[in-house]
T-cell receptor, first 110, second 109 residues
Framework: NAGVTQTPKFQVLKTGQSMTLQCAQD?????MYWYRQDPGMGLRLIYY???????DKGEVPNGYNVSRLNKREFSLRLESAAPSQTSVYFC?????????FGEGSRLTVL | RKEVEQDPGPFNVPEGATVAFNCTYS??????FFWYRQDCRKEPKLLMS???SGNEDGRFTAQLNRASQYISLLIRDSKLSDSATYLC??????????FGGGTRVLVKP
């Protein structure tokens, strides 16, 4: 029972490159989330998916796209990475009033 | 204005002392509230939910003031291990969960 698994854990990109962050949960929860966290700041909501088949924008969706592939998987795509997207990205799922997080993905855009 | 705001601190607290801090929210339709703890940029972990009547979990007490739109967290008899960043979270309709910027607490001997 892994909970929430994010891949990759570390990634370095050049400006303009694209990549997808993968997230999978084995907890059978409906709602999933992508947050980013910059140094000295809290978590900012990028996109969320209240249930399979739905996605909604959060506070900072620009520059990102998401796919809720099925109940288990929620991916985050950067189509053309920018240095401002250098951050730690957390995926989470919501169950019984509690958010369960992955360990985070550290992305650096040069 | 951010939806959820916190004093970033740090709150420097002597070991054994009491510390309290607030979190304000702007969406009056927010339904539920939580406090999370985060250590050294690791993933946040749930500390406690916040109920309208106030609730206590050991040395931690959380309260909700809907009229003034804030929640609070009080830590009694602070331990060195309480040093962390405390994040408040507001849950709105559709399971949208918004975090505050976090309050850093440093407990010193």
């Amino acid at each position: 029972n892994a909970g929430v698994t994010q891949t990759p854990k570390f990634q370095v990109l050049k400006t303009g490159q694209s990549m997808t962050l993968q997230c999978a949960q084995d907890m059978n929860h409906n709602s999933m989330y992508w947050y980013r966290q910059d140094p000295g700041m809290g978590l900012r909501l990028i996109y969320y998916s209240a249930s399979e088949g739905t996605t909604d924008k959060g506070e900072v969706p620009n520059g990102y796209n998401v796919s809720r592939l099925n109940k288990r998987e929620f991916s985050l795509r950067l189509e053309s990475a920018a240095p401002s997207q250098t951050s730690v990205y957390f995926c989470a799922c919501l169950g019984a009033g509690e958010l369960f997080f992955g360990e985070g993905s550290r992305l650096t855009v040069l | 204005r951010k939806e959820v705001e916190q004093d970033p601190g740090p709150f420097n607290v002597p070991e054994g002392a009491t510390v309290a801090f607030n979190c304000t929210y702007s969406n009056s339709a927010s339904q539920s509230f939580f406090w999370y703890r985060q250590d050294c940029r690791k993933e946040p972990k749930l500390l406690m939910s916040v109920y309208s009547s106030g609730n206590e979990d050991g040395r931690f007490t959380a309260q909700l003031n809907r009229a003034s739109q804030y929640i609070s967290l009080l830590i009694r008899d602070s331990k060195l291990s309480d040093s962390a960043t405390y994040l408040c979270v507001a849950q709105a309709a559709g399971n949208k969960l918004t975090f505050g910027g976090g309050t850093r607490v440093l407990v010193k001997p």
